[in-house]
């Protein structure tokens, strides 16, 4: 089998200088494309924008309204590099938001937090995608920085939309709650999935249904595992520090949405320590099944030795050619010699049966 080749994981050339912006993943192809929602309690204007020049209009730090700006393409380094001048955003953050190998992390500064996170998504046919994302919290606005068009802030854009739940009249401190709350939401289905996958792999196990290909799937199963566990471990310590902050950006009223969120995240970690458990439990399943289907062929095959063994015993003995053998010159001696073997055979057979070993 050939094997498959390993893609890199840090594509970002040693030796560049700190605050360099350099795109480490793979949608190179990826075009820009910025949502603008900007909203007070009273009303919200939508905008999709596709030069980043644009969205500096909306930076203000008197007015009453909340701004999230969206920025879709992580490939447009120039983009994003112009941004963080606009937003006094610091170099190496921005080269952060580039790295997607980057492990989830809160930075904390004066005017604004910088948290880097993992956004997954699962696929029957594709596996497990994980898609690097970073929220810059500001005074009255939130930027988002995605690899590609396609997330998991439907829902919230449609409360924002219509007006639902309390979003619109709370601050930018909620709306990062908010988005966090989505990422984490969907780690839920996620690990559901992922779930449902185990289960399946182990019924067939146990029915002794499984395919040739088990080893495989356990060795995919314990891959994704890993990269969930990667994502979600440290965004516990992630929301913690939030909590524990005291930022002044961080209303105390939404520190208790955020307790929640640690929670969810506490919930998520527990339930991706027991399905690793669980692949880690499948191999020894199969390494058991596979001990004991050989362990039914070596007992039919002893079985069968100890039947054939006495029966070959006298065949050995009446097949010597020695002169003074009674037994060779008996008129039914062949006859009689075959009723004989008959009879161990059966009773044999019938000891097997009686000892349950058949």
């Known amino acids: 089998m050939q094997k498959k080749p390993r893609t890199k994981r840090n594509k970002q050339k040693p030796g560049l200088a700190p605050g360099t912006i350099v795109y480490t993943g793979q949608k190179s192809s990826q075009s820009l494309f910025i949502e603008v929602f900007n909203y007070s309690s009273h009303h919200i204007t939508e905008k999709e924008l596709t030069n980043i020049d644009d969205a500096f209009t909306y930076k203000s730090e008197s007015t009453e309204e909340v701004t999230w700006i969206n920025i879709n ?13 606009h937003y006094g955003i610091h170099p190496l953050i921005l080269e952060d938001i580039a790295n997607i190998s980057q492990r989830p992390k809160i930075d904390e500064f004066e005017n604004y937090l910088a948290i880097s996170m993992k956004m997954l998504s699962y696929d029957d046919k594709l596996g497990l995608n994980s898609e690097q994302i970073s929220f810059i919290l500001g005074h009255n606005y939130v930027l988002s920085f995605q ?11 449609e409360r924002l939309r219509h007006g639902k739940g309390r979003i619109k009249s709370l601050g930018s401190d909620y709306l990062l709650y908010a988005l966090i709350d989505s990422v984490v939401d969907h780690y839920y ?14 019924d067939e196990l146990f029915n002794g249904t499984a ?4 080893t495989n799937q356990i060795q995919d199963l314990k891959r994704e595992i890993l990269r969930i566990r990667r994502a979600v471990f440290p965004l516990r310590d992630i929301i913690n520090r939030i909590e524990k902050s005291e930022h002044k950006l961080i209303n105390p009223k939404t520190l208790p ?5 640690y929670d969810h995240t506490i919930q998520v970690n527990e339930n991706t320590e027991i399905y690793r458990e669980m692949v880690w439990g499948l191999m020894d399943m199969y390494m058991t099944s596979i001990s004991n289907k050989m362990n039914e062929v070596m007992k039919v095959l002893t079985i069968m ?6 029966l070959t015993f006298i065949a050995g003995i009446y097949g010597m050619n020695f002169d003074n053998m009674p037994e060779l ?4 001696g062949y006859p009689i010699l075959l009723v004989v073997m008959v009879i161990m055979f059966i009773f044999m057979l ?3 049966k009686r000892k349950k070993w058949l």
């Open 211 to 214: 395919k040739n290909q088990v």
């Open 257 to 261: 949405f955020f307790q929640d969120v």
């Open 73 to 85: 393409g992580l490939n447009h380094t120039d983009s994003i590099e112009k941004m963080g001048k």
């Open 329 to 332: 010159h008996h008129k039914n």
């Open 147 to 157: 690899e590609a068009e396609g997330d998991v802030f439907e829902g919230l854009r």
């Open 350 to 352: 019938f000891y097997f």
């Open 305 to 310: 030795s100890s039947i054939f063994i006495p």
């Open 189 to 202: 289905l996620v690990i559901e999935a992922i779930g449902e996958k185990i289960e399946d792999l182990e």
